[in-house]
């Protein structure tokens, strides 16, 4: 036994068996491991590609492309742990990668939610800008309608406040052509004298008469060529007093082609059917002209008595009317029956030959 124990193996280098399986014990473990295990390779049937980089999983330490152990942790680099590492990174990398995906698509979600919301407001306030805007010029529209609708009625009332005041100065300049006072109050005693009546000439046919200046406190004077019973009207010119009492000169130019004697019977008709029981004073034609004179009342309750006279030559229709108030007294029946005489007879185309007589005389008669 002590010889066999004591022979010297192979190799043995002058080392005891015993020390030779010591050592050779030791060797082993620090020799690399060769077998080929799930993920690992081995370094007698696989190489490496030169040239390319090597870094420790573990620790990050670059080692060369053969190694396999860590010089720097001492890390296995073909554990079980590698692999276990790798797919931890690569599980890691694919979850930093959908992670990085799903924050992707939510900033783009937001952004076109963004977008859409920023859209629908805009084209709201767009329209509401739009219905402002289109209210707004309605309103500076209707403003601008009041505006011209008041211009207008202030041009209508300066125009009216014009023609107004046109009149009242064609009224007075017609009062002092015709000698009438606005404060005159009508009163038929003191318009007795007939010396003291104004006159009047067209100077167009028969149209001149005398009226009591005294008497009216207002004429006017129509010189529109309007269309009336009898024609064309030339000139009427109707005289008023404070007691409503109206006397009326008018001159027509004919406009119808019947004889004199026809107009004439027309002429008649059309005033006795404008009067209240017209009572017949003259209905005659002769020659060159016809006269028509009735006398009557304004209505059925005699308001008013009326005095008309009517001549019809070939060319003119020349009329006098005489409008009195009812009469409130015999004398005063008198005084107004007084006056309309001297203005018949003082009439240029009432034709008389009598001679105008005074109150005095008048009276003695009546």
Not at 38 to 50: A, I, L, Q
Not at 107 to 118: D, R
Not at 184 to 189: E, G, I, L, Q
Request: glycine share 4%.
């Amino acid at each position: 036994m002590s010889i066999i124990n004591n022979k010297k193996m192979p190799e043995s280098k002058g080392l005891s068996p015993h020390e030779f399986a010591h050592r050779w014990m030791k060797d082993l473990r620090a020799r690399p491991d060769m077998s080929i295990k799930v993920g690992g390779f081995c370094p007698r049937h696989h190489k490496k590609k030169e040239g390319k980089k090597m870094y420790c999983p573990f620790c990050g330490s670059e080692i060369s492309d053969d190694s396999t152990f860590c010089p720097m942790c001492g890390q296995s680099i073909n554990s079980p742990d590698v692999n276990v590492r790798k797919e931890e990174k690569e599980s890691k990398k694919a979850t930093g990668t959908m992670h990085w995906v799903l924050v992707l698509i939510t900033v783009v979600l937001l952004l076109v939610t963004m977008i859409g919301i920023g859209t629908a407001l805009y084209l709201h306030f767009r329209d509401s800008s739009e219905k402002i805007s289109q209210e707004i010029k309605k309103d500076d529209l209707k403003k601008e309608v009041k505006k011209e609708k008041a211009e207008e009625e202030t041009k209508d009332e300066e125009d009216l406040k014009e023609d107004v005041l046109q009149e009242e100065d064609e009224s007075s300049d017609l009062e002092d052509e015709f000698w009438i006072d606005e404060d005159t109050k009508a009163d038929y005693s003191e318009n007795l004298d007939p010396d003291l009546y104004e006159s009047y000439d067209s100077k167009i046919t028969d149209f001149k008469f005398y009226y009591p200046v005294d008497l009216y406190n207002e004429v006017s004077v129509d010189e529109d060529p309007d269309l009336v019973s009898y024609g064309e009207n030339c000139q009427t010119i109707t005289f008023e007093g404070s007691d409503g009492s109206q006397l009326i000169f008018s001159l027509t130019s004919r406009t119808d082609a019947l004889s004199i004697e026809n107009m004439t019977e027309n002429v008649y008709n059309i005033e006795s059917k404008g009067l209240v029981e017209p009572e017949k004073i003259v209905k005659s034609s002769e020659g060159d002209h016809g006269k028509a004179i009735l006398t009557g009342w304004d209505s059925s309750a005699h308001n008013s008595a009326i005095y008309d006279m009517t001549k019809i030559e070939a060319g003119y229709v020349l009329q006098m009317k005489v409008i009195f108030p009812d009469y409130t007294s015999e004398k005063d029946r008198l005084e107004k029956a007084y006056v309309t005489e001297c203005l018949y007879r003082m009439c240029g185309f009432s034709d008389s030959s009598q001679q105008v007589r005074s109150w005095d005389e008048f009276m003695e008669e009546n």
